[in-house]
C-alpha cells in the first residue's frame, strides 16, 4: 500500500492485520496522489489511520512550518487522533504533533504552538481565537484534513468552517471524510475543493461482525431498573450506555450512583477538566459503566469494552454503528443492547435493513437468574482469598465464639442472604414486554373497558339513549348566560 517500514513496524506491534476498506482504498491514494480526495464512512470503520497513515508519510520533518491541519468536531476526538497519530509516528524522523481545543487552558497552547508543529488537529472555535491571536499561521499549510464533516456541520460550525478555510492557501490539497453527504457538505465541496477522488464504502459493510446484536422489549419506566439488572448479572462489564440527551444522561447517571453503582456521565455541557477526570476513571476502569450523549462518545477509544446499551435508540440511524463500534475493538467480541418499548420495533427493523446486520430478541434477566449468578461469584471469590488473615488469634476467638451457636449451614445462609440483600431487584418483577402484547392487556390502558372519553356508556356497558341535542337523556344542555348592556 505504500507504506514505509518503520510505519509497518509500529502496525504490526499494535496488532493490525488486515486494512479496512476505507483504509485500503484510501491509503494509496493519498500516499501517491495531490488531488482532493472525499472519503465517505461509517464512524467506526478506522477513517483515522485512513488519512493519518498517508499524513505521516508525507510530512518533512525538516521543515519548520505547520504542513497538516485536521478539524475535528469534538476535543474527545481530537485527543484521541493526536494519540493516535503518535504511536504511528513512533519510528518516523521526529514530526511534531498538537491537539488544540476549548475547554483547556488557551495560555498552555500559545506555549506550545511558540514551537514548530507540523501537524494541528483542531476543533473549530478553539482554532479562530487562536488565529485571531496571531499563534496559529497557516500561510504554508499542505493538507487540510476535516474529520467527521457531517458531525461539524450538525453541531452548527458551518460559519467557523468557512473562516477557517479562508485563511489557508488555494494550493492544498483537502481531504473530506464523512459518515454522510448532506447538502451543506456538498455546498462545500463545490466552493472549495476540486474535482476531488471520492471513495464510498456501502454501509452494509462498516459494521463491525464481531459485534451481537440484542434488543429488550420493555416499558419506558422500567428502564433504568432493566440496566441495572443486566449491571448485577455481569459484574465484569466495561460497558457504555448511550442517551439522546445531555439531561437524560445526568439524570440516568445520578440514579444510578444513588443505587451504588460505579458509573459517572459524559456529555457536552461537563468542564474539560471533568471530562478527562471521567475517562481516566473509566480507563483505569474504577468505573463499571459510562453513561455518555452521542456527541460526548466521539473519541472514546477503551479497547476492553464489553457491553454497549442503547437506552434509547438515536434518531439517526447511522449513529448506531459509531454507538455500537465502541466495542468489540482489537480482534475482540461485543455485545451491544437495544432497549425499545414496542412501538419501536419498526426502528429496530430499519437499522437491520439499512446496515445489514440481525438483531436477536433476548429477555431482561429475573431474579432467580441475579440471584443465581451473584452467589456462584461471591462463592468463587471467597475459595480464591486467600486464608492467612492479618487478624491476630484473640480476634479469630471471638469470632469463634460469636458464631459458635450457628451451625454451618445457618452461617452459610446468612451470609447468602447478606449478599442477596445488597441487590436492588425491584421485589423480582417480570420487565419483559411479550413480543406480541395482545390488545386490552397493556397496563396503561384504562382497566374499565366499557367507558369512554364520550361518557357514552353506562356504568352496566350498556348505551345510553340519547336525545335529539345528542346528549344523554335526563341530561339538559346548559342556555348561555344572556349578556346585558351595562346602561
Known sequence: MGLSKEVLKVLS???????SEIQAQ???QLIEGFEDFIGLAQTGTGKTAAFGLPLLERIDPDSQDTQALILAPTRELGQQIAEQLNIYGKYLKRINILAVYGGAAITNQIKALKKPQHIIIATPGRLIDLIKRKSVKL??????VLDEADEMLNMGFKDELDKILSYTPEEKSTWLFSATMPNEIKSMVDTYMDDPVEVKIDRKNTVNTNIEHKFVLVRSIDKTEALTRFLDMTPEMVGVVFCRTKRETQSLAEELQRRRYQVDALHGDMSQAQRDRVMRRFKAHHLKVLIATDVAARGIDVQDVTHVFHHSLPDNNEYYTHRSGRTARAGKEGLSIAFINGREKYKVRSLEKQLGITFKHMLIPNQND??????????????????KSQADDHIRENA??????????????????????????????????????????????????DFQRNGNRNGNGRRNSRNGNGYPEGRKRRRPRRKTAKS
Open 370 to 387: 441475579i440471584s443465581k449468578i451473584r452467589l456462584e461469584n461471591w462463592a468463587l471469590d471467597v475459595l480464591q482469598h486467600s486464608s
Open 13 to 19: 506491534e499494535i496488532g493490525f492485520e488486515k486494512p
Open 26 to 28: 484510501a491509503i494509496p
Open 139 to 144: 500561510n504554508n499549510l499542505q493538507y487540510l
Open 400 to 449: 469463634i465464639m460469636l458464631f459458635g451457636n450457628l451451625s454451618k449451614e445457618e452461617l452459610i445462609g446468612k451470609l447468602i442472604a447478606r449478599e442477596l440483600g445488597q441487590l436492588n431487584l425491584d421485589e423480582g418483577r417480570d420487565l419483559n414486554v411479550p413480543l406480541k402484547e395482545k390488545r386490552g392487556n397493556h397496563p396503561q390502558k384504562r382497566r374499565n373497558n
